[in-house]
């Protein structure tokens, strides 16, 4: 999937979030475990991972 360059992501913590989560631009490098959220000015979309106890996503 390909992405618009304008679009911000916000993405979850491992444990929890500390007041740090932010909407920011593409990073390969970043890790977004459990869920993320996409927005753009027109659209927004979230994807999450549907899990049992003791699993560990991103």
Partial sequence: MSWDKNIRFLGDAWERGYGDME???MNPN????????????AKSVCYGVKVRPSAMCF
């Fill in 23 to 25: 909407w920011k631009g």
């Fill in 30 to 41: 970043r890790f977004m475990p459990w869920y993320f959220c996409a927005k753009s000015e």
